[in-house]
């Protein structure tokens, strides 16, 4: 068996459970995330309710899988903002190189000095918390690992044979970084871009917990545990329904995280 293929194939697995649930929320749900039932508050899973219900009586499962669609969309437009920002960075970083290297990583090295989560609860504390707001921190929060990355990606390639001719042929600067230097540096980056998925899910749902992230009446995996703690004991399938997801979610990305790593060796 090809290196990395096990983990590609479980990480593929779990990853699309999750996406399926996910995008069937978009069109069924089980229940009304948001309808209360006093008569079922905290009823032990059962048919109609598959993870039972909340100390309001609603639905877990809907609320579940409906959560899974905002945190997997929180994770998505994180990673790829990082990525589009943190890409032209390293670019311009690594080729350019003098002045201009020197003042993006210092501003890199300046944004590292401080933990990331802290810059990420310091942004969404002074802005008004939502969706948004906390893919701006996460963005910034994952902004200098994904640049070093790319930065030392083009350092790597910018002077290989290739690029060299492509030069002498008198192809520009911009043509250079977008279809030659770019292209051989996204490899190193891929499995950063996938493993961070599973790291801004995580952050997200770390955030939401301490109610800074998505704001009720949206559910959130995270702000779910939050509610559960109280009745940890006495209703666990409460806290079950997201923490089993949030576990699910972060195995299967960082497998398929891995198998790209394994996969990117197993060529060198």
């Known amino acids: 068996m090809k290196k990395g293929k096990t983990d590609f194939i479980v990480g593929f697995l779990l990853t699309g459970i999750i996406v399926f649930l996910a995008l069937l929320s978009l069109v069924w749900t089980p229940c009304d995330i948001n309808a209360t039932d006093a008569a079922a ?50 670019l311009a970083a690594g080729y350019l190189g003098g002045a201009v290297d020197e003042i993006i990583m210092r501003l890199v090295d300046a944004l590292s000095s401080f933990p990331g989560i802290l810059i990420a609860l310091i942004i969404v504390t002074v802005m008004e918390s939502g969706k948004y707001t906390i893919i701006l921190a996460l963005t910034i929060m994952f902004l200098p690992s994904f640049t070093r990355i790319v930065r030392t990606g083009t350092l790597q390639v910018r002077d290989a044979g290739f690029v060299r001719s492509n030069r002498v042929f008198g192809d520009s600067g911009l043509r250079l970084l977008l279809v030659h230097i770019f292209p051989n540096t996204f490899p190193l980056l891929l499995s950063s871009i996938v493993v961070g998925f599973s790291n801004a899910i995580l952050a997200e749902s770390s955030m939401s917990y301490l109610g800074l992230g998505i704001q009720p009446p949206a559910p959130s995996w995270g702000r779910m545990l939050y509610e559960a703690q109280s009745i940890i004991f006495t209703a666990p399938w409460c806290a079950l329904a997201p923490g089993l997801m ?23």
């Open 41 to 90: 508050r905290l009823s032990a899973p059962s048919l109609q309710h598959l993870f039972g219900t909340d100390s309001m009586g609603r639905d877990v499962f809907s609320r579940a899988i409906t959560g899974a669609r905002f945190t997997l969309f929180v994770a998505a437009a994180t990673v790829g903002c990082t990525t589009v920002i943190a890409s032209i960075l390293g």
């Open 246 to 268: 949030i576990v699910v979610t972060i195995i299967g990305f960082n497998c398929i995280g891995e198998g790209i790593r394994k996969r990117y060796l197993a060529q060198e």
